[in-house]
């Protein structure tokens, strides 16, 4: 199952250090069957896609959390054994929580497919975007159009050999 790690670069550097994205368990997203449902798509590059775009928005909830972390979306896409991502069924409906998996145990790094990450025209959309989440999160359409504003940024497509680059180490 191919699942879509949200991260921060500091969060992809520790993962690049240890050689691990989590140990588990730890949140995620994939195509799940309320993505599915919600979606209204059976390509599953399109909800693949949208799987990418939920992690993507993880991503701006950790950057808020993470005031000294560089205003850069991250996304890890991993294939993890069928089974090991498990979405919570009390959630499953919850529209906050579409394509959220919890991804049970550790998931080395070197399984990694991709990693995609905003360039760097994309900071003050995104900076814009983790100050207005919040907001957005309780309904707030203005606030809403500014998360949208870096949603409108096409996440990178990094292969796993560029990652020390990403994260300044080369």
């Excluded at 760097?120 to 975007?129: G, Q, S, Y």
């Amino acid at each position: 199952m191919r699942v879509y790690v949200p991260l921060t670069l500091p969060g992809l550097a520790e993962a690049h250090r240890t050689g691990e994205l989590g140990t588990g368990p730890f949140v995620a997203y994939a195509v799940t069957p309320a993505l599915r449902e919600w979606y209204l798509s059976d390509d599953i590059e399109e909800l693949e896609y949208a799987a990418l775009n939920r992690a993507a928005l993880a991503s701006l909830r950790q950057l808020a959390a993470d005031p000294d972390a560089p205003r850069r979306r991250v996304v890890v896409a991993v294939d993890v054994p069928d089974g090991a991502a498990m979405p919570d069924p009390d959630r499953g409906l919850d529209p906050a929580a579409l394509g959220e998996v919890r991804v049970t145990g550790p998931v080395p790094l070197a399984k990694a497919a991709a990693v995609h990450a905003d360039a760097d025209d994309a900071e003050e959309d995104v900076v814009a975007a983790v100050a207005a989440v919040p907001a957005a999160d309780e309904g707030d359409d203005d606030a809403q159009f500014v998360v949208d504003g870096a949603e409108d940024h096409e996440l990178l497509w990094y292969a796993t050999q560029e990652i020390p680059a990403l994260v300044g180490l080369a």
